[in-house]
Every structure is written in structure tokens, then in C-alpha cells.
């Protein structure tokens, strides 16, 4: 079965410092991987996906994420974390024959000035 | 470009009351999808469609419905509501199997 683990329910950055946000995952088969944003009162927004090819890949607002397939792991990351940063982000995953997208729970981000 | 629409933004529901929430897209993107989200929880895949005409259930279909007669709209029902389906909902788009876009959610809440 395929599941999305994201284990901090919350994550607090100063303002200016780099930031992760954690999430494992699950699937038989390649896994296509992406992270969204929810900004309050809002629907989601897509940051990045890893289909192929290099394992880091780049998104909006200057995150990125980097595919570990050894560790099944699909952290997000951002150099230099900004108050305007601060949201839900979810992480999701599907096999590559599959369209159902399995979510993770979700990590509410804090960023401090 | 208004991307995905729903209405209403929020609805207050009596437990068996049935009511329709409306998903509009203007992209023509073949595939859509409905999804409740709960607190604490991620998003629950309801039901899907790849295409007009064409629609198949996801991880939590029971109480609910769909019809998908032309690629823009992907109404989702629900027939005698419980307090159980108190959730946010929301409908999104894809033209691919892969990035979805997303309308703004409907907050209901079953008393």
C-alpha cells in the first residue's frame, strides 16, 4: 500500500535561516512526488514535483526538494526562510500507473521574524 | 483566467438534508477530482473523473455522488447528510496525471 509519512506536525525557523520540511514515503514501483502549500483560507497551491531525472529539484518561491530513493525520502528545503513562508504544506505521492495522489498529513511552518 | 471555482463557500447543513457542491473549470482540463480535508488530517480522495462522462471513486466515496457531462463542470452530492461529513471540500483540475490546481474549498458543516 502506498502511505506518505510528513512526522513533524510543526516546524519554527528564524527568519533568515534555512529550513526543511520532512517527508518519507511508500510505493511499490517509481514514485512521482510532490509538495503543495496552503496558505490560510486557501485552497492549495503546487511548489514541485520529482518525476525523473535529478534528484533535486527546483520550485516556486525558492524551495526545492531533494529525491533520496535509499532513504524514501522527499524533504523540501529553502536557503533562507521568510515570515511570508509561513503556511501548511503537504506532501503527496502516486505510483507512476496510478492517478489516486496519497497526501501526507500535513506541517504547519513558522517562520519568526 | 478564473482557474477552479466552487460554491458555496460555506454551508451550514440539518443531519439528512442533501445538497449539490459546484466545481467549475475553465482551463479544459480532463481530469478532476474531489477532496475533503479534515483537521489533522491530509486530503481524502472522494471521487475523480478523467474525462466527461467518466468517473470512479476514490478512498472515501460512500454518501456521496458525482457527474461529470462536460469537461468544465464536476458537481458533487450529497444525499443525507451526516455529522460525520462535516469537513472542507475541495475540487481541483489537472490537464495530466500530475500537477493539480486547486479551487478555494466550501467549509460545510452538518448539525
Known amino acids: 500500500a502506498q502511505s506518505v509519512a510528513q512526522p513533524e506536525d510543526q516546524v519554527n525557523v528564524a527568519e533568515g535561516n534555512p529550513l526543511t520540511v520532512k517527508c518519507t514515503y511508500s510505493v511499490s514501483g517509481n514514485p512521482y512526488l510532490f509538495w503543495y502549500v496552503q496558505y490560510p483560507n486557501r485552497g492549495l497551491q503546487f511548489l514541485l514535483k520529482?518525476?525523473?531525472?535529478d534528484n533535486l529539484v527546483k520550485g516556486s518561491y525558492g524551495f526545492e526538494a531533494e529525491f533520496n530513493k535509499s532513504q524514501t525520502s522527499f524533504h523540501l528545503k529553502k536557503p533562507s526562510a521568510l515570515v511570508s513562508d509561513s503556511a501548511l504544506y503537504f506532501c503527496a505521492v502516486r505510483r507512476d500507473s496510478n492517478y489516486q495522489l496519497i497526501w501526507g498529513a500535513g506541517t504547519k511552518l513558522i517562520i519568526k521574524p | 483566467n478564473a482557474g477552479v471555482t466552487q460554491t458555496p463557500k460555506f454551508r451550514i447543513l440539518k443531519i439528512g438534508q442533501s445538497m449539490t457542491l459546484q466545481c467549475a473549470q475553465d482551463m479544459n482540463h480532463n481530469y478532476m477530482y474531489w477532496y475533503r480535508q479534515d483537521p489533522g488530517m491530509g486530503l481524502k480522495l472522494i471521487y475523480y473523473s478523467v474525462g466527461a462522462g467518466i468517473t470512479d471513486k476514490g478512498e472515501v466515496p460512500n454518501g456521496y455522488n458525482v457527474s461529470r457531462s462536460t469537461t468544465e463542470d464536476f458537481p458533487l452530492r450529497l444525499e443525507l447528510a451526516a455529522p460525520s461529513q462535516t469537513s472542507v471540500y475541495f475540487c481541483?483540475?489537472?490537464?495530466?496525471?500530475?500537477?493539480?490546481?486547486f479551487g478555494p474549498g466550501t467549509r460545510l458543516t452538518v448539525l
Open positions: 520529482y518525476i525523473t531525472g
Open positions: 481541483a483540475s489537472s490537464p495530466t496525471q500530475d500537477t493539480q490546481y
